[in-house]
């Protein structure tokens, strides 16, 4: 099957810092981009969906000012979480589907984001 | 608007009996519907899903569900549990294949030696 990678797998920054994690589709064009996060013991929930070339669209409650989402190519988009708080720590997974192979989808393995 | 709600967060079995992990679905239109599985900090695993094609849908590890629409449900099934099955479960729904996902609450499953 498809393979879509995640880097990095898990990240430990401080409070007030940047942290970019990027989503690849190795074998296949994602015209769209799903990213999710999930707190401890809880289910994923979408941050936003992007096309490529396009803006992101954020669901209600997610600040599009401090999660940056660039979908530049079909393989890769990135997630920014800019200054980065305590409240952030999270599991990133994205999610990529593309028009072909009867728009399947595919998701990352996912980052581990703890903020001190 | 769609929803998912999957039946009891915690199920317990004894390893060698069935497995069945709940869910209904809520949807306006004819739904795809899917089940993950998710280890301890590792991403999700496709199990199986259904696209409006057969309503018994055959899945990986032995896993298998059954689209009813007359009760809006999913559940999951699996005739002997194994240890390795335990882990987080989670049903999603969609509206076609490239729109968003929107996932149960999950139910963790514990299988007993």
């Known amino acids: 099957g498809a393979v879509v990678s995640q880097h990095p797998s898990w990240v430990i920054c401080k409070s007030g810092t940047s942290v970019k994690i990027e989503c690849r589709s190795l074998d296949f064009q994602a015209t769209t981009m799903f990213w999710y996060r999930q707190f401890p013991k809880q289910s994923l929930m979408l941050m936003a969906t992007s096309n490529e070339g396009s803006k992101a669209t954020y669901e209600q409650g997610v600040e599009k000012d401090k999660f940056l989402i660039n979908h530049a190519s079909l393989t890769l988009s990135t997630l920014t979480v800019t200054s980065a708080h305590p409240e952030d720590s999270s599991f990133y997974i994205c999610?990529?589907?593309?028009?072909?192979?009867?728009?399947?989808?595919?998701f990352g393995p996912g980052t581990r984001l703890t903020v001190l | 608007a769609q929803s998912v709600t999957q039946l009891g967060s915690h199920v317990s079995v004894s390893e060698g009996a069935l497995v069945l992990l709940r869910c209904n679905y809520s949807s306006s239109v004819p739904p795809y519907l899917f089940w993950y599985v998710q280890y301890p900090n590792q991403g999700l695993q496709l199990l199986l899903k259904y696209t409006s094609a057969a309503t018994l849908v055959k899945g990986i590890n032995g896993f298998e569900a059954e689209f009813k629409k007359s009760e809006t449900s999913f559940h999951l099934t699996k005739p002997s549990a194994h240890m390795s099955d335990a882990a987080e479960y989670f049903c999603a729904v969609s509206v076609s294949g490239n729109t968003p996902l929107v996932f149960g609450k999950g139910t963790r499953l514990s299988v007993i030696a």
């Open positions: 999610r990529g589907v593309t028009s072909g192979r009867n728009n399947e989808q595919f």
